[in-house]
């Protein structure tokens, strides 16, 4: 089975570019998570979301970070304009109901 | 407020060696998760196991065992004849409350076996 689907694995920017993250979660959970990991703060949740609706946004840092899911199958995290300490790796993850979150192998972001 | 402690910050083995990697966990919620996932070089995050709050039983998967005690409030992992192929970083992490799907992670243990 497939599972959690990032794109880009690795993306390389200037600051002040947009930066667009993909993600597809594995078919079937209803639930969506977008995860940032920094040597500094480690794992943090930024949002998630329950059947295409976001629930919690509380994590996500400041106005240039956007997410949306428009539909069971795709979701995009936006950074706009993009600073060099939005330097992370992002992590999508995936869960049914039931609380075992699987995570996709990530998105490493480096902003020059 | 919940929080997870990994006091052990990087540990070293030889390989087939045992070794235990320590949890530690505070929460209020009476109902809970507990979640080891793995972090290897290549940065994924990969999911170990899940025990919730009213399953003390501990767990055998092979070369990797869990034992968790809510009188202590760990969930320690421990891997038998570790092998390189372990080398990675570990996370605990705890979800509390029915219904509630945010993650608390540990600040990871980095496990190095060496040849």
């Known amino acids: 089975d497939a599972g959690v689907i990032q794109s880009p694995r690795h993306e390389v920017t200037e600051m002040g570019q947009e930066v667009t993250l993909r993600c597809k979660p594995i078919?079937?959970?209803?639930?969506l998570f977008w995860y940032r990991q920094t040597m500094m703060r480690g794992l943090e949740l930024l949002i998630y979301?329950?059947?295409?609706?976001?629930?919690?946004d509380s994590g996500m840092p400041e106005d240039r970070f956007s997410a949306k899911m428009p539909n069971a199958s795709f979701s995009t995290l936006k950074i706009q304009p993009s600073e060099p300490r939005d330097s992370a790796v992002y992590f999508c993850a995936s869960s049914p109901a039931g609380n075992t979150i699987y995570f996709g192998e990530g998105s490493w972001l480096t902003v020059v | 407020a919940q929080k997870v402690t990994q006091a052990q910050t990087e540990i070293s083995v030889v390989e087939k060696e045992d070794v235990t990697l320590d949890c530690v966990y505070e929460t209020r919620d009476t109902t809970y998760y507990l979640f080891w996932y793995k972090q290897p070089p290549s940065g994924e995050l990969v999911f170990l196991i899940r025990?919730?709050?009213?399953?003390?039983q501990n767990e055998i998967s092979g070369r990797y065992s869990w034992n968790f005690q809510k009188s202590t409030s760990s969930f320690n992992f421990t891997i038998t004849a570790s092998q390189v192929v372990d080398s990675a970083v570990y996370f605990c992490a705890l979800v509390g409350g029915a219904g509630s799907y945010q993650l608390t992670f540990g600040k990871g243990t980095k496990l190095s076996v060496i040849p």
């Open positions: 979301f329950n059947n295409n609706v976001p629930i919690d």
């Open positions: 025990r919730n709050s009213f399953d003390e």
């Open positions: 078919s079937g959970h209803d639930y």
